[in-house]
Structures are given as C-alpha cells and as structure tokens.
C-alpha cells in the first residue's frame, strides 16, 4: 500500500498560472467578498476564532480582519495560493495565518475553532464527508460551519448574468463561463446531496438555503455529544 498522502483537490490542483489566474479573476468580485465578510462578523464575538477552509487568495479573511479583532486561519491545499493570501494580508496590514494543507486531513486540535467557514471550494473536495467530519472535529462544541458553494442546479442564464456584473474583460468573462459551464456545474451539489452528506457525517444534518447560482448549507456542533454518538 502506498504512503502518500491522499489528494485533497479534485482535477489538477491549483498552482502556478492557474492559481495566479483564479487570484485575478477572482479580484473581480471584492464587493462579493466584503459582504460576505460583513454577514459573518455579525454571527462572531470580538476575539473569536475562525477557519476558512480553503481560501484561495485570502480575500474575504482579509476583508474579515479588518472589521474585528479575531483570531483568523487559512488552510488551503495549494502552496501557491497560500504564499499569495499571505501576501495580500501583509499588503493589508491585517493578521491572518494562513497554512498549508488538507480539508480532510487538518493540522489541528480539537475544539480548536468556534466557526468554520467555506465558500466556493467544497465541491471540488475529493472527500467531502471527511472533510464535513473534520470540520465538525475542529468545532467546540456549540460551534457553526458555514459553506457557501454553487448549485448544480444553477440556471446558465443567472450565471451569464453574475459573469456580466462582475466587470470582468471580454477574455477573462469566456474564460470564467466555460469553467462554470464544463468544470464547476459538473463537480457541485444539489441540496439533497448536502442533505445526504450531512446526514453522513458527524453533523447529523444541516439546514440548506438556495439562492441565485449558489446554496447557503449550515451546521452545528452540538452543545454536548450525545452518549453512544460517533
């Protein structure tokens, strides 16, 4: 049996031109990210710790950081989205550790996190109830995940739209929907396979949300563990 490790990211992993591209790219929706970072400072305490798992550029935990003292983590399989996320924080001025690594395998303790958040990665995870297990692993008790990810069930015509709004060039906006239409639609979830997943895991369950092109999934970690649970 071989020893190595196994691989966290679907397709080819994302280094070098591609993860300089996506960094570009996805530069183009910082509206997108501030806001997301203005709706989960309002579910945190002052001094709260919190995972992003995967993060890519580290933009929304930079734009995170700069509206609250907590204490903020990056894990991401990708070595060169890590150097750039740890880049774009320095340029920021705000403090972030961001590391290297796998969802389904994290470097951390138990009850090490009091959220967990995700967007736009979990499907492209080759192990997601792993990685929902870990998640949950991570979690003190009472603590949430967050995943924020694209439905399979996305209309093309809502994706065109997002791709236009963007303000992204002629080039980039091809480029960004033929990976939605022949990559990303294909790897994403619908609800029920959230719903299953969850159910899978150590979660039990969670609570799912569509919207536009994406879907809102939320979990919690029990207050106590059940006698007998896993």
Same mark, same amino acid.
């Given at each position: 049996?071989?020893?190595?490790?196994?691989?966290?990211?679907?397709?080819?992993?994302?280094?070098?031109?591609?993860?300089?591209?996506?960094?570009?790219?996805?530069?183009?929706?910082?509206?997108?990210? &501030?806001?997301?970072?203005? /709706?989960?400072?309002?579910? *945190?305490? @002052?001094?709260? %710790?919190?995972?992003?798992? $995967?993060? =890519?550029?580290?933009?929304?935990?930079?734009?995170?950081?700069?509206?609250?003292?907590? &204490?903020?983590?990056?894990? /991401?399989?990708?070595?060169? *989205?890590? @150097?750039?996320? %740890?880049?774009?924080?320095? $340029?920021? =001025?705000?403090?972030?550790?961001?590391?290297?690594?796998?969802?389904?395998?994290?470097?951390?303790?138990?009850?090490?996190?009091?959220?967990?958040?995700?967007?736009?990665?979990?499907?492209?995870?080759?192990?997601?109830?792993?990685?929902?297990?870990?998640?949950?692993?991570?979690?003190?008790?009472?603590?949430?995940?967050?995943?924020?990810?694209?439905?399979?069930?996305?209309?093309?015509?809502?994706?065109?739209?997002?791709?236009?709004?963007?303000?992204?060039?002629?080039?980039?906006?091809?480029?960004?929907?033929?990976?939605?239409?022949?990559?990303?639609?294909?790897?994403?979830?619908?609800?029920?396979?959230?719903?299953?997943?969850?159910?899978?895991?150590?979660?039990?369950?969670?609570?799912?949300?569509?919207?536009?092109?994406?879907?809102?999934?939320?979990?919690?970690?029990?207050?106590?563990?059940?006698?007998?649970?896993?």
């Amino acid at each position: 049996m071989s020893d190595k490790p196994a691989k966290g990211w679907k397709g080819t992993g994302m280094e070098g031109w591609v993860a300089r591209w996506y960094s570009r790219t996805r530069g183009k929706d910082m509206e997108q990210f &501030r806001q997301a970072a203005r /709706d989960v400072a309002q579910k *945190l305490a @002052e001094g709260s %710790r919190m995972l992003e798992v $995967a993060p =890519g550029p580290g933009y929304f935990a930079v734009e995170l950081a700069k509206l609250g003292n907590y &204490r903020l983590t990056g894990l /991401d399989i990708s070595r060169t *989205l890590v @150097e750039i996320a %740890r880049e774009n924080a320095r $340029a920021a =001025g705000v403090a972030v550790d961001f590391r290297l690594g796998n969802a389904s395998a994290m470097p951390f303790g138990d009850a090490s996190f009091d959220f967990v958040y995700c967007s736009a990665a979990f499907k492209n995870f080759t192990e997601p109830v792993k990685a929902l297990n870990e998640m949950h692993r991570v979690l003190r008790p009472g603590g949430e995940a967050l995943i924020m990810d694209l439905r399979k069930d996305a209309p093309l015509e809502e994706i065109e739209r997002y791709v236009e709004q963007s303000g992204r060039s002629r080039m980039d906006g091809w480029l960004t929907k033929l990976t939605f239409r022949h990559m990303l639609l294909k790897r994403a979830y619908t609800q029920g396979d959230f719903t299953q997943m969850a159910a899978e895991s150590r979660f039990g369950g969670c609570n799912v949300k569509a919207e536009s092109i994406g879907l809102e999934v939320q979990f919690r970690k029990p207050e106590r563990v059940v006698a007998g649970a896993a």
